[in-house]
RNA sequence: GCUCCGGUAGUGUAGUCCGGUCAAUCAUUCCAGCCUUUCGAGCUGAAAACUCGGGUUCGAAUCCCGGCCGGAGCACCA
């Protein structure tokens, strides 16, 4: 195979026999909702399949009760969240339904003397591992560990006295690859009903991992290189049980220059606090709320693609996101006038009429309509650069001159836009007097004013608020309520 | 302390495996100009990079060694 020129841009070809289809995972722990972190993950796992064929599985990797306890809503969010961004899973595992399995391969690897029970205590145990001694529970024989580790999952341990460990080579001048723990005792019931307190033993993630990942058939596996030690680990249970380990492939660590790291943890620590308003506040960076902000699943699978999978720690500007975003959008949104700040100008000689602009400068999608009287209201932000007799056009009405700064008025001077050319007028955009009050929550505050009546006629479109920025119609009620999307 | 990764313009990426065609790709950002009844879009132009030091070689972003910087693992988290 010739890799002399690169054939796509984005994702480098995985190494696949010709024919071959491939089975890749995501497999997230669902302690909270799915971020743009998670969306690598399910976006170039996914990409990967859809390229070869296979099968992409998503898998809950559930069986932390206590410390990274998940969270029933969602489990739901990821599974939404993925066909949102044409990601939907072929199959969908959780890890906390197959605990039995997981049990059946400790006994086995008991049985053929590469696990033992070990009751060392945490800072004991690290003792002889950094001086590379085996515990003293290492030599056990097999039936005395299968006898101990029927104590242990029958409850008569209790938490932190017992841990379930895999032989690997005590002496590995890798600290990290001596004898690690497969299983610990957890006490606490799991949040879902089907589990609940059925188990207080629970596996941890490498042993998990491993046996799944076997299990499932996976032929690749891409993950953060946070986990490399990981697969070194998992390779002793592979050897041990005559598998053969996927491929692998890693990605360098991800935050967000506008945000930082994204921990789950410490998200939904501020929600408690009432520093956000929940999981899908626009200031966030979970799917939920980008979803809502209109940033669409397109612009962020090719933001994903193009960034490519590298060992690299990176950190990302959401300008790119949204500048992909903003291509797709740009001839979709239709054009509205939005008043933030709003103050009244009264043009004292005017009389009432209709105007129509069109709903998009370039496409031909139509027009809108707008009754217009004698008063209409425009930003504050324009009134600062007003003085007597300034002259103003209105886009798309007409042109005026100011007659006073107080009350604000001015004079009809005509509708030409020749003259507003050639006195090179200021373009201010306006919203009649009589309009429909809109808020827009953006990541960089809250936005309150005045917009045109027929912005209520897109709910739940993206539109683009002339000389603001585009936001996507949350709500039209009483007050429309839109969500920033980007400039 | 031990171990493992990585380091190309502001940001992200291509090229690194199999040295020359790389005076280094593309995107985004920024700046300037054009265009436009939006400060959006579009168009044109510009700025901007191989972490450092040695070595191998006719030749190194690419191979080797060392330093520096960044990240990670050594958890009864995932």
Redesign the pocket.
């Known amino acids: 195979m010739s890799?002399?020129k690169?054939p796509d841009?984005?994702l480098?070809p995985l190494d696949v026999a010709e024919g071959d289809t491939v089975v890749m995972r995501f497999?997230?722990?669902p302690?909270g909702p799915p971020t743009l972190g998670s969306t690598r993950g399910i976006v170039v796992n996914s990409e990967y399949v859809k390229k070869y064929g296979g099968k992409f599985i998503i898998r809950?990797?559930?069986?932390?009760p206590?410390?990274?306890r998940p969270m029933l809503e969602a489990y739901d969010w990821y599974l939404e969240d993925c066909e949102w961004l044409d990601a939907k899973p072929d199959e969908v595992v959780i890890?906390s339904d197959r605990v039995p399995m997981y049990y059946d391969y400790a006994r086995k690897l008991m049985e053929m003397g590469h696990a033992y029970v070990?009751?060392?205590?945490?800072g004991d145990?690290?003792k002889f591992?950094?001086a590379k001694e085996p515990c003293p529970h290492r030599d056990q024989n097999p039936d005395t560990n299968l006898e101990y580790w029927n104590k242990m999952i029958s409850g008569e341990y209790e938490?932190?006295?017992?841990?379930l460990?895999i032989k690997t080579d005590i002496t590995h001048?890798?600290?990290?690859?001596?004898d690690?723990?497969a299983?610990?005792?957890?006490k606490t019931a799991h949040p879902r009903a089907e589990v609940d307190d059925k188990y207080c033993v629970?596996?941890?993630?490498?042993f998990?991992?491993a046996i799944e990942d076997h299990e499932l058939g996976m032929t690749h596996i891409i993950r953060?290189?946070?986990?490399?030690?990981?697969e070194?680990?998992q390779t002793y249970i592979y050897n041990y049980l005559g598998w053969e380990y996927p491929k692998t492939t890693?990605?360098?660590?991800v935050?967000m220059?506008e945000f930082g790291k994204f921990s789950t943890s410490g998200l939904r620590h501020a929600i408690e606090e009432g520093e956000y308003s929940g999981w899908d506040d626009p200031r966030l960076p979970t799917l939920r709320a980008l979803r809502r902000r209109g940033i669409l699943p397109e612009a962020i699978r090719k933001f994903m693609i193009?960034?490519?999978?590298?060992?690299?720690?990176?950190?990302?500007?959401f300008?790119?996101l949204?500048?992909?975003n903003?291509?797709i959008i740009?001839?979709k949104a239709n054009?509205y006038f939005f008043v933030w700040d709003p103050v009244e100008l009264e043009i004292t000689n005017a009389e009432a009429c209709t105007v129509t602009?069109s709903l998009?400068?370039?496409e031909k999608r139509g027009t809108r309509s707008i009754d217009v009287d004698s008063k209409i209201c425009i930003?504050n932000?324009?009134v600062g650069n007003l003085e007597l007799g300034s002259k103003l056009?209105?886009?798309?009405?007409y042109n005026v001159e100011i007659t006073s700064m107080d009350p604000l008025q001015a004079s009809y001077i005509d509708?030409s836009?020749d003259t507003?050319?050639k006195e090179k007028m200021?373009?201010?955009?306006w919203a009649p007097e009589n309009g429909h009050p809109v808020k827009v929550l953006a990541p960089h505050g809250e936005f309150e004013g005045i917009g045109e009546k027929q912005i209520t006629e897109e709910l739940e479109n993206v539109v683009?608020?002339?000389?603001?920025?585009?936001c996507r119609i949350d709500d039209v009620g009483k007050e429309i309520v839109a969500y920033y999307t980007h400039?």
């Open positions: 890799t002399k690169e841009k984005g480098k497999a997230p722990n302690n809950f990797d559930d069986t932390d206590q410390t990274k890890a070990c009751f060392c205590e945490g145990f690290k591992k950094d938490e932190k006295t017992a841990v460990r001048k890798d600290p990290a690859l001596r690690f723990g299983f610990r005792i957890v629970w596996p941890l993630l490498d998990q991992g953060g290189k946070d986990l490399m030690d990981s070194k680990r890693h990605w360098g660590r935050k220059h193009e960034m490519g999978v590298g060992e690299t720690d990176i950190s990302l500007s300008d790119t949204y500048a992909e903003r291509k740009d001839p054009r602009p998009h400068p370039t930003c932000d324009d056009r209105l886009k798309d009405l509708d836009m507003a050319k200021r373009i201010i955009h683009q608020f002339e000389r603001f920025g585009f400039k």
